[in-house]
């Protein structure tokens, strides 16, 4: 069994920035991603590493503005946003699982409860 918990959300201004963390216990060679949902919208893919960290995945909507690293010793994935806009204003949850398409959802076994982001224009 894989628990995930998130940390490192908060309220930011519109330009600022935030690092998120998510420690996993118990996860093994697994793919680490990030997704996001708003209040009313679908949940979304934000982010996402490979367990040798050779291959990374980004949304558009975050590409050139957002950082994902993990650190296997440590168990932990950070997603590193700057420029933060409002329309990044959600609930950011970590995922892990073994799936080769990091996009997608259903390539996710474990969830953790989230970490809400809002950013203020």
């Known amino acids: 069994q894989v628990q995930l918990v998130e940390s490192g959300g908060g309220l930011v201004q519109a330009g600022g920035s935030l690092r998120l963390s998510c420690a996993a216990s118990?996860?093994?060679?697994?793919?680490l991603g990030w997704f996001r949902q708003a209040p009313g919208k679908e949940r979304e893919f934000v982010a996402a590493?490979?367990?040798?960290?050779?291959?990374?995945a980004y949304a558009d909507s975050v590409k050139g503005r957002s950082t994902i690293s993990r650190d296997n010793a440590k168990n932990t994935v950070w997603l590193q946003m700057n420029s933060l806009k409002p329309e990044d204003t959600a609930v950011y949850y970590c995922?892990?699982?073994?799936?080769?398409?990091?996009?997608?959802?259903?390539?996710?076994?474990?969830w953790g409860q989230g970490t809400q982001v809002t950013v203020s224009s």
């Open positions: 118990g996860s093994t060679y697994l793919t």
């Open positions: 995922a892990a699982g073994r799936g080769s398409l990091l996009r997608i959802g259903s390539s996710y076994d474990y």
């Open positions: 590493i490979t367990w040798s960290s050779s291959r990374t």
